[in-house]
């Protein structure tokens, strides 16, 4: 091969674990959760003969939806995972410092390098087919980020290229 056969051939993006990390530890905290809820719950020598029924049932119930409530802000956490700074930073900063581009001079990420070289011209479609399927260098980071991810991604390039991005070139 030639040297620019290989300068441009496609990388691997490096793969962030954060999310399924911090997905995998909330469920297990609120498996722990839930069991030691669930426990002491329906546990008999925590209770004694003389409280009523319905003061167990209360208490079963209480438990019960703290869990789920639980359950629910973990949830809402990882779903707010999703930073598409630190998403730049980690996996396009390398080539697109500051909205620029390291490889291709002049393709940077302001909305006027866009509408001049993005295939479809500068929209989110386009942007965001760019990010799902790379072109020349830029590797295609469908199936390296989340649809969640890349949604994310698509909506801070477009905001960013008339604000931060718009006067790089």
Known sequence: KSQGATMYQQIQAPKTNMKKYLLLGSACLNAVLVVALCFMAFSSSQLSRSVSVNAIAGRRAAMMGGAAAA??????MANAAVNPTSIFETNCGACHQGGGNNIITGHT???TAMEQYLDGGWNKEAIEYQIRNGKGPMPAWE???SDEEIKAMTEWVYEQSTG???DVN
């Open 71 to 76: 359950g629910l802000a973990a949830n809402r």
């Open 109 to 111: 990420l302001s909305k």
């Open 143 to 145: 199936g390296v980020l």
């Open 164 to 166: 931060a991005f718009k």
